[in-house]
């Protein structure tokens, strides 16, 4: 399993997602129970794996984030991520970025900053 770093859900400091709880506030962290399950990075709330909004912070998951339209999916992220830009070339390193989401990265979790 790869450490990585998340905010306290209560103080909002940065602590490692292997700690049994917050060091600074003693706030305990979340842990996965279930193969099905999957922990927000944000919020630390824990979501089924099938989730695609974190109902703790609002976060969204998605290969690719846009604040207007929100996370896309794999079928969003194939059409305006990698077709669309690749006819033009000035949208090349969206494609590019497109790609590396869909086929090296996988989906991730974004800050909802716009639509839901
Ligand atoms: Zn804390
Ligand atoms: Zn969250």
């Known amino acids: 399993m790869v450490m990585a770093l998340i905010n306290c859900k209560d103080c909002n400091s940065e602590i490692?997602?292997?700690?049994?709880a917050c060091p600074k506030c003693g706030a305990p962290?979340?842990?996965?129970?279930?193969?099905?399950?999957?922990?927000?990075?944000?919020?630390?709330?824990?979501?089924?794996?099938?989730?695609t909004k974190c109902h703790g912070c609002?976060?969204?998951?998605?290969?690719m984030y846009e604040p207007r339209y929100g996370a896309f999916g794999k079928t969003g992220t194939i059409v305006w991520g990698?077709?669309?830009?690749?006819?033009?070339?000035?949208?090349?390193?969206?494609?590019?970025y497109a790609a590396y989401r869909l086929f090296v990265t996988g989906p991730r979790w974004f800050v909802s900053r716009g639509a839901d």
């Not at 490692?16 to 049994?20: F, M, N, P």
């Not at 999957?38 to 979501?47: A, D, G, M, S, Y």
């Open 16 to 20: 490692s997602d292997s700690a049994e």
């Open 29 to 51: 962290v979340p842990k996965i129970v279930g193969p099905d399950e999957e922990q927000c990075p944000h919020c630390l709330t824990i979501l089924h794996s099938s989730a």
């Open 58 to 63: 609002r976060a969204v998951k998605g290969y």
């Open 82 to 96: 990698l077709i669309v830009p690749a006819i033009t070339i000035i949208g090349l390193p969206i494609s590019v």
